[in-house]
């Protein structure tokens, strides 16, 4: 239920540059207005960022999913969370619907940086006080922070829309061995639908080759679960296993639509029934094609901002 932010409230929301159209539709949902802030640029490239509000003493909220330019957003946010220190914030909680540099999140081969962890030492030393986030790449990420965080998932508005096509004989299916507990989950939710697993060796990164297919999905609508579509080589790869395996349809479903090339070619092929993603990244009209479905997370993520405004329970959402 959309909820009203009175007058003398201390709520404040602001906004980067990333999503604006999402963090517009958080703010109706709290019935507020984003904070006024100006941003320019020096001819080097340099980023400038000023609050033009008073927000001394105010729980200030900013909204911005770090995703492409990845790190002219990353060093936005981090400048906006500076400006809102040394503004007087009482509290402030950067609202990441993306969290970026996510993927590396240990050390596998040695001599590598754990960028998870490092652009959460960025957030944390620029004065963020506590941190929203949805469907990160994976939950460890949690306890990079020394600060409160509140994690949310994008799943609730995939399931209801799904729940809404009516498909019959639905099989989940996790493209990868680390992407179980997430497909499992979802397919929990789905009248506690069976599980499929894809067993797939990466060569290199965003280069995908499946080798396997764990489960029964023959004559089945197989539902491909994961926490984003980048290139999508592991979707399109899982589709065609799956097709190859005797699935009757192949469903797509991911929170963040990253996208990066030659992704839109692959799921255009007719390979996938349709590809369904939140708003957590804009989908610029480039990048749209005719089986994708984009479904909106701002209620969800406005539900949340509310909650912790108001020291309720967020993780109660998804229960």
């Not at 957030?123 to 949805?134: E, K, P, S």
């Not at 509140?150 to 399931?159: K, R, T």
């Not at 290199?204 to 080759?209: D, L, S």
């Amino acid at each position: 239920m959309p909820h009203t932010v009175s007058e003398n409230n201390r709520l404040r929301l602001f906004s980067g540059s990333s999503n604006l159209d999402l963090a517009q539709e958080v703010a109706r949902y709290l019935g507020m207005d984003i904070g006024p802030m100006l941003r320019k640029r020096f001819a080097d490239g340099e980023q400038y960022i000023q609050i033009q509000e008073s927000i001394r003493g105010c729980d200030v909220y900013l909204i911005q999913p770090c995703s492409h330019p990845v790190n002219d957003h990353l060093m936005e946010l981090l400048i906006m969370v500076d400006a809102c220190r040394r503004a007087s914030a009482r509290q402030i909680t950067t609202v990441l619907p993306y969290y970026c540099y996510a993927r590396a999140d240990r050390k596998t081969a040695g001599r590598e940086s754990i960028t998870a962890k490092l652009v959460a030492n960025l957030i944390t030393q620029a004065g963020a006080h506590r941190v929203l986030a949805m469907d990160l790449h994976s939950a460890q990420i949690q306890g990079y922070f020394d600060i409160p965080f509140d994690h949310v998932y994008g799943s609730p508005v995939l399931l209801d829309y799904l729940a809404s096509k009516n498909l019959s004989d639905l099989v989940v299916v996790s493209p990868d061995v680390g992407g179980v507990a997430r497909a499992r989950a979802f397919a929990k939710k789905l009248n506690d639908a069976p599980l499929a697993i894809i067993d797939k060796r990466r060569q290199t990164h965003n280069v995908a080759e499946v080798m396997n297919l764990i489960g029964d999905v023959k004559g089945k609508t197989a539902v491909l679960v994961d926490d984003m579509i980048d290139t999508a080589g592991t979707i399109l790869e899982g589709a065609r296993l799956l097709q190859k395996e005797g699935a009757r349809q192949v469903y797509a479903c991911a929170t963040h639509a990253v996208f990066s090339e030659p992704a839109v070619s692959r799921l255009s092929t007719g390979v996938i029934e349709e590809v369904i993603v939140t708003n957590t990244i804009p989908v610029p009209p480039s990048k749209q094609f005719k089986q994708l479905t984009v479904l909106s997370v701002a209620n969800l993520i406005g539900e949340a901002i509310w909650r912790i405004h108001e020291d309720s329970s967020v993780s109660s959402m998804f229960r």
